[in-house]
T-cell receptor, first 110, second 113 residues
Framework: GQQVMQIPQYQHVQEGEDFTTYCNSSTTLSNIQWYKQRPGGHPVFLIQLVKSGEVKKQKRLTFQFGEAKKNSSLHITATQTTDVGTYFCAGDANAGKSTFGDGTTLTVKP | DTAVSQTPKYLVTQMGNDKSIKCEQNLGHDTMYWYKQDSKKFLKIMFSYNNKELIINETVPNRFSPKSPDKAHLNLHINSLELGDSAVYFC????????????FGDGTRLSIL
């Protein structure tokens, strides 16, 4: 079955440092979505990427979809304490079933 | 108004009991989901319904039975609760059954004593 692997599982950074989480799929994806879950909260949709090589930005967040549509990354520039949480990618290879990665939990030291 | 609402928010019960979690969405979405999130924060899909029809049924013990009376509601009934069922259960919905963002409820934290 489809597998979506996400690394690293945990990342601790000093406030102001950059952060990147990577998502790799065992199969070609039709699209990939990114979600953020704050501590004690629920996953919240951030963005969806559909095209090969697509790059989208949301303020300090940059999302990329690989050329082969099998990998993706989320990069945060100059992290802030409000960035803490767990970031999930979710890949859709078979219509109707998005497979979530295991998440990357980010902690930011002020 | 909350878009996806789950009740109860917390559920503490003993092993062997039967319990239900309710979910309602007011977004007019066609598809609804149940996820289980364990202590390591891994998010695993359990079931998905599209217009009241079951479309995804992952490897879940048959003690778990979903029910969708209409497309705005998806309930989860659990029989004979076990210690390993302790987790946070999230309901979610999406506009359609593929390529659409999912909107999650606040979760139900289930603790088995």
């Amino acid at each position: 079955g489809q597998q979506v692997m996400q690394i690293p599982q945990y990342q601790h950074v000093q406030e102001g440092e950059d952060f990147t989480t990577y998502c790799n799929s065992s199969t070609t994806l039709s699209n990939i979505q990114w979600y953020k879950q704050r501590p004690g909260g629920h996953p919240v949709f951030l963005i969806q990427l559909v095209k090969s090589g697509e790059v989208k930005k949301q303020k300090r967040l940059t999302f990329q979809f690989g050329e082969a549509k099998k990998n993706s990354s989320l990069h945060i520039t100059a992290t802030q304490t409000t960035d803490v949480g767990t970031y999930f990618c979710a890949g859709d290879a078979n219509a109707g079933k998005s497979t979530f990665g295991d998440g990357t939990t980010l902690t930011v030291k002020p | 108004d909350t878009a996806v609402s789950q009740t109860p928010k917390y559920l503490v019960t003993q092993m062997g009991n039967d319990k239900s979690i309710k979910c309602e969405q007011n977004l007019g979405h066609d598809t609804m989901y149940w996820y289980k999130q364990d202590s390591k924060k891994f998010l695993k899909i359990m079931f998905s319904y599209n217009n009241k029809e079951l479309i995804i049924n992952e490897t879940v013990p048959n003690r778990f039975s979903p029910k969708s009376p209409d497309k705005a509601h998806l309930n989860l009934h659990i029989n004979s609760l076990e210690l390993g069922d302790s987790a946070v259960y999230f309901c979610a919905s999406s506009q359609a059954w593929s390529h659409q963002p999912q909107h999650f409820g606040d979760g139900t934290r289930l603790s088995i004593l």
